[in-house]
């Protein structure tokens, strides 16, 4: 029996693929699925913060292309956001997982003149990049429709006055555009990173295969499950991570709420509260 | 399917193609479209009787009441819905077998819980070792059923509750006036006038529970993801129809089977919106 100091410094990691290779098979610890599940979170949040961090500007590249006047860029952009907003995410990740395997193994160079990076296709069809990819694109979607509806929203004074200032295009999408319609959209954008975080639990159980079970919390949890075979305590030790974390992202996300609305009287400023019509994309 | 088909890896073409998109696998998999619609059909409305049931109980005057319905409501933004539809289905059959086996086997003192095992005396086991394989079928599919409705519920519940959070208070305090009682006015008053509120909603949950469908994969029924990677996987010399992976061709046409079902609702729940929108005294009420 080890102490549970001693299973976290063999499973804490387990998800990377350092400290001990064998997963527990018997007489498996309330403590051991704790630290294991804990070790899988590491790449809900891996995958979560970086689509949601590249998403966010592909997310505006998006929204202002579908508000363009000019059907070249709001076309393609509309196709995007209706095919990643249409289809289910799950049949997105088995999609493009057979696509990526079918793209020959080669390597390319890309020759960035201070260094040359070596891309290989193979990665496409590992989960951190392949998996990556398809929740970028998604988000991206999703969120370009919020920025897409706070942009048509941002009110018009707002833009003459930007106008008989004699400010430049450029710097009245810098300093009236973008913060209100960042301001407006954002409890909706809340509420999307809240399902990014929760739709990164759908990696593992699509194509994308968990190389010598480096998994997600779901794929450790739903392991436990089938090796005790007792559901009560591996999903509800997920169900709790995950509250944790959404109640960080809440929290974070609240406090830009509060930098976003600080130049507004305090009785017109929006509290970042769920919109219970708005709850689910 | 045809008579040409025989023979198949004599013909070629068109044909071969023919004989291929008929076979009895493949029949097997037009069949799941269906099945994906009835699940659609049928989680819907149990939805809404979960979600109508959560958004009253969180109304409601009695404290341990609210707060159950309130927790059932919440629990869904904070947790992942892939953990419930994990969890529901293997925790309502171990229930269900645990309660039989309390009532039926009686006798039998050996606990159920063995270590990692989980053990019951053969009657109690759900479904009956001896029944059919479509027993088997229908049991797992209401299975996931439930659980569908138990998540899609919550999300329901949300949506109606600040639906009747949305009734102006002066049509209650009016049926108050008048002397209705509670359930008078919660029946008379406050649900005929939620609707319109909830519309906008229920719509986006309509779309999302499309969306949620191919899930029934992760619950183990033999649904349209499960013969897109059965169908399309490489079929070597030994099968009748030998070809290379085409799972990536078969997913494509489950995009645009989605995709099409999306937009088709989409339409539809516009033209709803815009019929009921008419006369409101809303932005989109009045004549452009």
């Known amino acids: 029996m080890s102490s549970c100091f001693e299973t976290l410094s063999d499973y804490g990691l387990r998800s990377l693929g350092y400290g001990e290779r064998l997963l527990p098979k018997a007489d498996i610890t309330l403590c051991e699925q704790f630290v294991l599940i804990g070790s899988g979170m590491i790449w809900n949040i891996y995958f979560a913060v970086l689509a949601l961090l590249l998403g966010f500007f592909f997310a505006t590249v998006l929204a202002l292309g579908k508000n363009s006047n000019l059907s070249l860029f709001s076309a393609p952009c509309r196709l995007f956001i209706f095919i990643f907003r249409g289809s289910p995410l799950f049949i997105q990740f088995f999609f493009a997982y057979d696509l990526f395997v079918l793209i020959p193994r080669l390597g390319f160079d890309i020759d960035l003149g201070f260094l040359v990076v070596t891309v290989e296709t193979r990665w496409l069809t590992k989960a951190w990049l392949g998996a990556l990819i398809v929740l970028f694109f998604n988000t991206s979607a999703y969120a370009g429709e919020i920025f897409y509806g706070a942009l048509r929203a941002v009110p018009s004074q707002d833009l003459e006055s930007a106008d008989a200032f004699g400010f430049t295009e450029i710097k009245k999408f810098k300093r009236i555009i973008w913060p209100t319609m960042l301001r407006l959209a954002w409890p909706s954008y809340t509420n999307e990173a809240i399902f990014m975080f929760h739709a990164t639990t759908l990696v593992f159980f699509t194509g994308f295969p968990a190389w010598q079970q480096k998994g997600d919390a779901i794929y450790y949890a739903s392991y436990f499950a089938d090796k005790t075979f007792n559901p009560f305590v591996p999903y509800p030790i997920v169900g709790f991570y995950f509250i944790l974390l959404t109640l960080l992202i809440i929290g974070l996300f609240g406090l830009i709420n509060r930098r976003l609305n600080k130049h507004l009287p305090t009785n017109e400023r929006k509290r970042l509260r769920f919109n219970k019509y708005n709850l689910v994309r | ?288």
Request: aromatic share 14%; charged share 15%.
């Open chain 2, 1 to 288: 399917m045809f008579s040409y088909c025989v023979d198949p890896k004599s013909i070629e073409g068109l044909m071969w193609l023919s004989c291929y998109v008929t076979t009895a696998k493949h029949m097997s998999f037009y069949f799941s479209f269906l099945v994906v619609m009835g699940l659609l059909s049928l989680a819907a409305p149990l939805a809404m009787a979960f979600g109508f049931a959560g958004a009253t109980a969180s109304r409601s005057s009695f404290k341990i009441i609210r707060s159950v319905g309130k927790g059932y409501l919440a629990m869904i933004r904070g947790i992942p819905d892939i953990v419930f539809f994990l969890f529901i289905p293997i925790a309502l059959d171990q229930a269900f077998e645990y309660l039989r086996h309390k009532v039926l086997c009686s006798d039998v003192t050996v606990p159920i819980r063995q270590g990692n095992d989980f053990v019951v005396c053969a009657a109690a086991k759900l479904p009956l070792n001896t029944a059919s394989e479509w027993v088997h079928d229908i049991y797992g599919f209401s299975l996931a059923l439930l659980a569908f409705g138990f998540v899609f519920g919550a999300f329901a519940g949300n949506v109606l509750s600040g639906a009747m959070a949305a009734v102006p208070k002066s049509q209650i305090e009016t049926g108050e006036a008048y002397g209705f009682s509670q359930s008078q006015i919660f029946r008379r008053i406050l649900i005929p006038q939620m609707w319109i509120y909830a519309l906008p909603g229920l719509s986006n949950l309509w779309m999302i529970l499309i969306k949620a469908t191919p899930l029934l994969f992760l619950l183990g029924i033999e649904d349209i993801v499960y013969w897109a990677k059965e169908l399309g996987g490489i079929k070597t010399g030994v099968y009748e129809y030998p070809h290379p992976d085409w799972r990536a061709w078969y997913f494509g046409v489950l995009m645009i089977f989605y995709l099409s079902l999306t937009y088709l609702s989409q339409s539809v729940l516009d033209k709803i919106s815009a019929r009921l929108s008419q006369g409101q005294a809303t932005m989109a009420g009045k004549a452009g």
